[in-house]
């Protein structure tokens, strides 16, 4: 690989320590590590395998952020979003399936994560990304176009994966029978197929700025390789998160039964992961002045997360016949349902201010307590 102008091999080593330390840490975990991952009756030293297995996965994550930002300046939007959503919800599925695969499954974690993840997403993200540019710039304009289209397909896609289940008479809990598991598949692929060919060929311009901008990815900074490097660097950055996945899931799974906490935690660990480095990247766009990109990064987050995550689960489920239960609990699909409201309120064509991030706080405060008191 040729050296990019200027910059010499220890700036490169540097620039790529992220995805040099994953590579060295999963070797160490898959070679020699094993009884770290299975042994946990030392919990200082499950502690510090946790801490730095989590640290590492959350660096990388990191590191593919910087590399599909790269490749948006080749790309231009909404490409280069397309690609930093589809990467995290990479991990996202390969986490969740890892989980769901192995000797003792847990049915309610797929439920659980993308719960957890549209909570995040539709009321932390928008909510502190909103306050921080209103703090910058008091109202920030975006594409009205978009926002709806994004709202309009997360909308129905949530509630037939996640509220529906709760309702349905076939199956004794808020599982789905076989063949409503296909039937949403089918209806939840076709329908996030049918976003990605809006957003990226015929209404384009739904999801660039309001004012006619480009919205470039990453502003004042340029690729530093060619595509295909940062391409493959990004593919190479994520494999660590990948196939450190399962050690990770383990010890979640072990410390939540130990502390006896609520299952849904395991989620939100996961949606953290997942959404760190896009969350860090919202706010910095609306930070910006550039709202269009962190609703792209936002909503485009929620929106892969239900069209990619829930048929690949559902497949999961049905070839391998390991149980899976999507539908909330009355609560949640209610909390759940308010959320999505107040989103198509906030993203109603008016320009956004301080108060509307105050009240998706407040949702999330909420969805907080339910946890520990539902």
């Not at 978009?146 to 349905?168: D, H």
Request: glycine share 8%; hydrophobic share 55%; proline share 5%.
């Amino acid at each position: 690989m040729r050296m990019p102008t200027g910059r010499g091999l220890g700036a490169v080593l540097r620039a790529e320590l992220p995805m040099i330390c994953g590579l060295i840490v999963t070797v160490g975990i898959h070679v020699g590590g094993h009884n770290l991952t299975h042994d946990f009756s030392n919990l200082v030293v499950t502690s510090a395998v946790f801490a730095v297995l989590f640290a590492v996965m959350i660096w990388c994550a990191f590191g593919v952020v910087r590399h599909a930002e790269m490749l948006a300046h080749y790309c231009g939007e909404p490409y280069g979003t397309l690609i930093l959503t589809l990467s995290a919800v990479a991990i996202e599925v390969t986490i969740m399936a890892t989980v769901m695969l192995r000797g003792d499954p847990n049915p309610t974690l797929p439920r659980d994560t993308v719960y957890a993840v549209l909570m995040i997403v539709l009321n932390v993200m928008i909510g502190l990304s909103i306050i921080v540019g209103a703090l910058r710039h008091r109202q920030q304009q975006y594409s009205l176009q978009g926002a709806v289209a994004f709202l309009a397909v997360i909308t129905t896609l949530a509630v037939i994966s996640l509220i529906i289940p709760t309702f349905t008479r076939s199956t004794p809990d808020s599982s789905v029978t076989p063949f409503q598991a296909v039937s949403f598949a089918i209806l939840t692929a076709l329908l996030y197929g049918g976003f990605l060919l809006i957003q990226t060929m015929r209404h384009r311009a739904f999801f660039t700025e309001a004012d006619g901008g480009t919205d470039d990815a990453h502003e004042g900074s340029a690729p530093v390789y060619p595509a295909w490097v940062h391409a493959l660097l990004l593919l190479l950055t994520l494999l660590p998160v990948v196939l450190l996945a399962e050690s990770l899931a383990l010890i979640v799974d072990f410390a939540l039964d130990k502390m006896h906490a609520p299952a849904t935690i395991g989620g939100i660990v996961i949606a953290i992961l997942v959404l760190a480095p896009e969350g860090l990247s919202s706010f910095r766009a609306a930070a910006q002045n550039r709202l269009q990109r962190s609703v792209n990064l936002s909503l485009g987050s929620a929106l892969s997360t239900i069209g990619l995550t829930i048929p690949a689960m559902l497949v999961i489920s049905l070839f391998t016949g390991t149980p899976l239960q999507l539908g909330l609990a009355p609560a949640d699909a209610i909390l759940l349902g308010l959320t999505l409201v107040i989103a198509q309120m906030t993203f109603s064509g008016a320009p956004t201010n301080i108060l509307l991030g105050g009240v998706h706080l407040v949702l999330f405060v909420t969805f907080v307590v339910l946890i520990f008191s539902p």
